[in-house]
């Protein structure tokens, strides 16, 4: 067969002499036999304890299954949701989230489908979730407008005077009156000296050029004197004044307060009555998953207020905030999604304290949001044995990771989004937004992880691009690198339930705007979401068992999210060697991290390490940083060394506090400082610290999940490029891989241990993840070591053998674990044998091929018609074709749906004798499967795979037939005629047959 141009190749001999080949900050593994290296035969499969069986990583549990969110809108149709349950559940989902439309929801119509969804739901073992209302946030009657449970905020007014003028009459309205004239209440009265004349604020939401600066001194609390709305009020002589008036009013949000606890028991109870009814509460204790809080779009014209805010905040914060209300404003910070960096704020003081009043101010709002809204709403979903599942916090001025810690700790489900996190396709670290949102979803895996948790669901798919246009690789390229961040279950976004005469092609819930609004009679990639469901139970089973552990914390203090806050930190030259990177918050430092034996959660998280990036610390976390350094946990400051409190009022005494601290922390062998945070893996590596997973200089995410028997490391490549590099992980034992497509988990027959570590060449694609495994229990048996995999093929484990596939011809030279050095010589068949028919028929990129003929199955507003390209057709004809895009094909062009591409091989006699045969697809725009005559070969959502189709194969005429399944988004352009976008369909190639022959390195015996 001429399957390439290669010529024969005498390999270079594969010699383990010496040490492994040292990597950065890893102690090199041994040399020559290792302890083991007597033990007869090879390594065979065995279950970490504590881990997953291979059948159970095979065959996924349900609940590791991912989830379908299911837009349900008016009108509804019981057959119809019935029906699409049943292909929801057989296209290998374990969980439904159905989301409410307004129309479609709070009816009795609504009510009794949800009861007959949750008794099928039952009978099928999957579980349903839905959405907590038909808003977001939530939002029920009881709670909007006008019901004293609505949201609300503070707006101010002021007066300005000068020294020893008089006011006299009405306090001033809000600068806002006369666009916002709602009812509003008369929070508070106050005065203070200017300093320094900012521009007044005049437009609610565009910060000033400048803050006023104001006289700490002289802040002044007149509510007091406030009668009937009336203040008569001289200011003092000297220097300018501002009068301040502060009303409260419900916001432009209309949502039920989050800071309220009476406004959330208020909705639960609405929703009790109008969403699930008294009928369905047992059905969902036996079908039920969980009740949905989505996106927190919080919306406030300015500051967020609650009625008991002035209490809580003096019993919290340790003194009367009324004085302070001028301080806390900054424009456009409440309102979704907030600033990227904080602007300017109204005001500022003198002596530069402002900034602990409004952290003490956000520390406030997320203290009321964590009790009175998320622990609120878990006590509730609790009654039906549900859990509440929040995306909580982010893109607010929130703290995050606070917020998903307590929410975990209620026992309550966490769920972070793509559209959120900024994420874009293609998947690119040339993106800038690419660090942002990785930042973005390891803030809240922190969380989560921190208090032992694995469960992190993500809203996937969903983007503000053309509609139609997400083929199921793109779906797959974004959940490896959410795993990468500690992400763990994917929610797909989403399945629009269809309503008879729905214009073509169905029903959907945002149109063009938002990608992707799913059905199974028109969209043509759905079968194949069986292949893909299979691959992401398979990772979430694997992320979801053992303990998260993560190399290095960095210390986070913002109310902003990392989107907002532009990625706080670049931990590019850390992932360079391996490290892991999660963030920490103030309190869970000061108050959960235990710190232990070298690590901050030790039972959970374990960071080995924390990095401190900041000029403010609270006084709290400083010492909890101190302690940490005691037990020797690894401290590294970037920078300029805190010197301040985060708390205003610890004064003067907290400042001090801070620095003596980090003085003292800094004289501890565990800490060092750096001048910026490229310095940060140096630093590491001086004090001794290598990572769980390293990598040597090869950017690498990873995660780590440790159970009793070993770990297990999902390695995920961010870049376009494959990177050939030889990891080193913390645990010595025998290591394993896991096939995430085809369930499959392989010993592996190339690796090194030495010094507490296991090393093993692999090679990584662009933007491809790959599980192993570690059995610290297990004896090593024999195997082949070395640094470098071979070239010209790969080793494996074949019935008790190590067998070395080669797919190119020449002799190599295997050091085994014994000691003992095997030369390999393989053969491959001839790659210059022609095959049949003449050449000129054939495009020279596809030489192993006959002419390939395509027919193509559209999907058209009137059922699709057969169009058919046919084979044979003259060089200058068939040169236009050449598996082109099918927008370059005239017949084609415009045009979605199923196409069958058809071409034969002609194999010689005799060929079984030459070894086996790997199939290659190229490249494919859509998902592919393939049979080989006549028999299915297997599923393809994603290019460079390698397919072994000899076991069907025979000598003489072959036929290899690739089904690909395209987008809608070139029809949907095409006839509605609302878009003229469209992107590239087919296969494209090359498409390859590659011969192999193994050869045996070791007999086992």
């Known amino acids: 067969m001429r399957l390439s141009a290669t010529p024969r190749k005498h390999f270079v001999s594969l010699v383990a002499v010496g040490v492994l080949a040292a990597l950065t900050m890893v102690p090199a593994a041994a040399a020559g036999p290792e302890p083991d290296a007597s033990i007869a035969g090879t390594d065979s499969l065995q279950t970490l304890a504590g881990g997953l069986s291979p059948t159970q990583f095979a065959h996924p549990d349900n609940h590791f299954k991912p989830a379908m969110r299911w837009w349900w809108q008016?009108?509804?149709?019981?057959?119809?949701?019935?029906?699409?349950?049943?292909?929801?559940?057989?296209a290998g989902f374990g969980e439904i989230e159905i989301a409410f439309s307004a129309g479609a929801w709070a009816t009795d119509e609504q009510r009794t489908i949800l009861g007959h969804v949750l008794d099928k739901a039952a009978q099928l073992g999957i579980k349903i979730s839905m959405t907590m209302g038909a808003a977001w946030p939530v939002q029920t009657p009881s709670t909007g407008a006008g019901s004293g449970f609505a949201s609300q905020e503070l707006q101010y007014g002021r007066?300005?005077?000068?020294?020893?003028?008089?006011?006299?009459?009405?306090?001033?309205?809000?600068?806002?009156?006369a666009q916002l004239p709602q009812a509003r209440k008369l929070v508070a009265v106050t005065a203070a000296r200017v300093v320094d004349a900012g521009p007044d604020v005049t437009t609610p939401g565009q910060p000033p050029a400048k803050s006023t600066v104001l006289d700490p001194a002289s802040l002044t609390d007149l509510t007091a004197q406030v009668k009937d709305g009336n203040l008569t009020w001289r200011a003092p002589d000297g220097g300018n004044w501002d009068l301040f008036a502060f009303w409260s009013r419900e916001n432009k949000g209309n949502y039920t307060n989050p800071f309220d606890a009476d406004a959330s028991r208020k909705a639960a109870q609405d929703l009790d009555q109008i969403q699930i009814g008294q009928d369905n509460a047992p059905k969902l204790r036996k079908a039920g998953a969980d009740l949905f809080e989505d996106s927190l779009e919080l919306h406030g014209t300015s500051i967020f207020w609650t009625p008991k805010m002035e209490s809580e905040f003096r019993g919290r914060r340790g003194y009367d905030m009324a004085k302070y209300l001028p301080l806390m404003f900054v424009q456009g910070e409440s309102d979704f999604p907030v600033p990227p960096k904080e602007p300017n704020a109204d005001f500022a003081l003198s002596d530069g304290s402002a900034g602990k009043i409004r952290h003490d101010y956000y520390e406030t709002l997320t203290d009321l949001y964590i009790g009175n809204h998320l622990q609120v709403f878990q006590d509730w979903a609790k009654q039906y044995g549900m859990q509440y599942k929040a995306q909580a916090a982010y893109l607010q001025d929130l703290e995050p990771i606070r917020s998903f810690r307590s929410l975990q700790s209620f026992g309550a489900r966490s769920e972070t989004e793509s559209l959120d996190a900024g994420e874009n396709l293609p998947i690119s670290t040339d993106d800038p937004a690419w660090r942002n949102s990785l930042a973005f979803q390891q803030t809240i895996a922190s969380s989560v992880h921190q208090t032992g948790g694995d469960l992190l669901s993500v809203e996937l798919g969903a983007f503000f691009k053309p509609a139609?246009?997400?083929?199921?690789d793109n779906y797959r390229d974004l959940m490896g690198k959410e795993w990468a961040a500690g992400v763990s279950q994917p929610f797909i976004h989403g399945f629009a339930l269809q309503t008879a005469g729905a214009a073509w092609p169905g029903t959907t819930r945002f149109g063009e705007t938002v990608t992707d609004s799913w059905n199974d009679k028109n969209f043509p990639q759905w079968s194949s979401w069986a292949a893909l469901n299979g691959y992401f139970a398979r990772g979430t089973s694997v992320l979801e068992t053992g303990t998260a552990k993560t190399d290095v914390a960095v210390y986070s203090d913002s109310f902003l999210s990392p989107r907002g806050n532009q990625s706080p930190f670049d931990a590019h030259r850390l992932e360079e060697q391996g490290f892991s990177v999660e963030y920490l918050d103030p309190q869970g430092l000061a108050r959960d991290s235990r710190p232990a034996n070298g690590e901050l959660f030790p039972r959970t998280s374990g960071y080995h390490a924390l990095v401190v990036d900041q000029r403010a610390i609270g006084h709290d976390a400083a010492a909890a940083i101190l302690r940490a350094a005691h037990a020797g946990v690894r401290i590294v400051f970037v920078g300029a060394l805190p010197d301040h409190d985060t708390t205003f009022a610890s004064g003067g005494r907290g400042d001090a506090d801070v620095k003596n601290s980090v003085a003292e922390t800094l004289k501890q062998p565990s800490a060092a400082r750096v001048a910026s945070q490229n310095d940060v893996a140096g630093a590491l590596k001086r004090l001794g610290l290598a990572p769980r997973m390293a990598s040597g200089g090869t950017q690498v995410l990873s995660q780590w999940r440790e159970v009793k028997g070993g770990a297990y490391a999902y390695l995920y490549n961010p870049s376009d490029h494959p990177v050939t590099f030889t990891p080193s992980f913390g645990v010595q034992g025998v290591p394993s891989e896991m096939n995430l497509w085809n369930g499959t988990v392989s010993p592996l027959a190339q690796y090194t241990t030495g010094n507490g570590r296991t090393a093993l060449p692999m090679t990584l694609q662009g933007r491809e993840g790959k599980v192993i495994a570690i059995d610290k229990d297990a004896r090593s048996a024999v195997h082949v070591v070395g640094s470098s995999a071979p070239e010209g093929g790969q080793l494996a484990i074949s019935g008790g053998k190590i067998v070395f596939r080669a797919t190119e011809s020449g002799t190599q030279a295997f050091q085994l674990s014994t000691g003992r050095t095997v030369d390999v010589t393989t053969e491959v068949p001839d790659s210059d044998r022609p095959?049949?028919?003449?050449?000129?028929?054939r495009p020279s990129v596809i030489e192993p091929w006959s002419p390939w003929s395509l027919s193509v199955k559209s999907v058209t507003p009137t059922g699709g018609a057969t169009v058919t390209v046919p084979s044979g057709l003259g060089d200058s004809q068939f040169q236009q074709f050449r598996l082109k895009d099918w927008r370059d094909i005239t017949d084609l062009s415009g045009e979605s749906g199923v196409g069958t591409y058809?071409?034969?091989?002609?194999?010689?006699?005799?060929?079984?004798?030459?070894?086996?045969?790997?199939?290659?697809?190229?490249?494919?725009?859509?998902?592919?499967?393939i049979s080989v005559n006549g028999q299915l070969v297997g599923n393809q959502i994603t290019d460079g795979r390698q397919w072994d189709i000899g076991r069907w194969l025979h000598p003489g005429t072959n036929t290899v037939q690739i089904t690909v399944r395209t987008t809608l988004r070139n029809a949907v352009s095409k006839y509605n005629k609302k878009s003229t976008a469209s992107q590239p369909y087919g296969l494209r190639g090359p498409v390859t047959l590659t011969p192999f022959r193994d050869a045996v390195v070791f007999g086992g015996r």
């Not at 007066?159 to 009156?177: E, K, N, Y």
């Not at 058809?902 to 290659?920: F, I, M, S, Y």
């Open 74 to 90: 008016k009108p509804l149709d019981d057959t119809e949701a019935l029906r699409e349950l049943q292909v929801i559940a057989d």
């Open 902 to 929: 058809t071409a034969n091989t002609v194999l010689p006699d005799g060929w079984r004798n030459a070894g086996g045969v790997q199939l290659d697809l190229g490249h494919v725009d859509g998902t592919a499967d």
């Open 835 to 841: 095959l049949s028919g003449p050449p000129s028929s």
């Open 159 to 177: 007066v300005h005077l000068t020294g020893g003028q008089s006011f006299s009459g009405p306090v001033t309205p809000p600068i806002d009156a």
């Open 468 to 472: 139609y246009s997400m083929n199921l």
